[in-house]
């Protein structure tokens, strides 16, 4: 049997994630921005020339209320779709014949510890692929012979009137990205047209300087320091913005399906029911995106709110997107999936 949501839960689920990805993509960029500008360049030059990594390290102390922008946001969401999974829920009467008015309560102590430890997580995560990208970048730029200031602007950035603010700083970007912008940097430098021709297949590169580069393959021209930095500056802006959709679109999810577990346990308690007899059935977006393992998955339904799903290579998860139970970055990063709750009014404990 193919399962699916119905009209009305996929137009919520898109207006909720139409509405939301934005402002947590805008939000994650604006920490971002935060982390960088809280970074002293100075002590960051002196550690980098000591070769003091673990004080590298800490001249870019990052801060959890350098987060509050994306906390701010991320709570907004959760409250948006829990209110929004309550608003789905059919009419119920109670014992008396009254009729429950399901309400989400996002200030409820167990929603808050949710959110609370959601977000210490995310934090937990950013500072480690922040702390890995710099070794990368320290590593590679210490192995170039690059001086400390030069490894300092990779690090942080470089300021661009423009805009005002340090763009390019590998700090900001996960470890993948870093060591793609010095890998690109060591094609740019390298005068080699096959891995100038490399440096071309980088989909997230800035395609209007392309004929330049390509000047440079045919031996027209040399590339100069100034132009090379310039390039990757650019790449790695560029793989900024794509860090921050991907964390638009997998966080939002993340929140929606979390606020819709919170939302299951509110309405069971709202109307008097057993949670422990609740269905959640697990959907999936038939696509060819789909991870394979999260296609078995679709119709896959679990008795219980604690209950897990298992997934075929063994992964426990309470909803899709969820990594509490330890499922990794291989099992959330883009999943498109969602599921639902079905509370069985049956199990009423006024019966």
Known sequence: MTYRLSAKQRRQLEALTARFEPVVRDAFLAVADQ?????????LMIAIEAGNVRDVLRSIGIQA???????????VAYAASGTAAMAMLPLVRDARGFKVNFQFNAPNLRAERRLSSYLSGLIQDFTKEAEAATRATLTAGLKAGRN???????????????QRKRIGGALVLNRNQAEYVQRAKAELSSGNPQALANYLTRTRRDKRF?????????????????????LATRYADRLLITRANTIGQTEVMEALNSARMEAGYQAAEQAGVDPDQAEKVWIATLDNRTRDQHLHMNGVSVVGMDTPFTMPDGTQMQY??????????????NCRCTYFV?????????R
């Open 65 to 75: 209320g350098s987060f509050n922008a994306l906390g701010d946001a991320m709570a």
């Open 210 to 230: 392309d004929g330049t580069v390509m000047k440079a393959m045919r031996g027209e021209i040399e590339l100069s320091q100034a132009q090379i930095n310039k």
């Open 148 to 162: 400390p200031r030069q490894i300092a602007q990779e690090l942080i950035g470089v300021y661009d009137p423009a």
């Open 320 to 333: 899709p997107m969820d990594s509490s139970l330890g499922a990794g970055a291989g099992q959330t990063i």
């Open 342 to 350: 079905r509370l069985n009014f049956f199990a009423r404990k006024d």
């Open 35 to 43: 982390i960088i500008r809280d970074a002293d360049f100075t002590r």
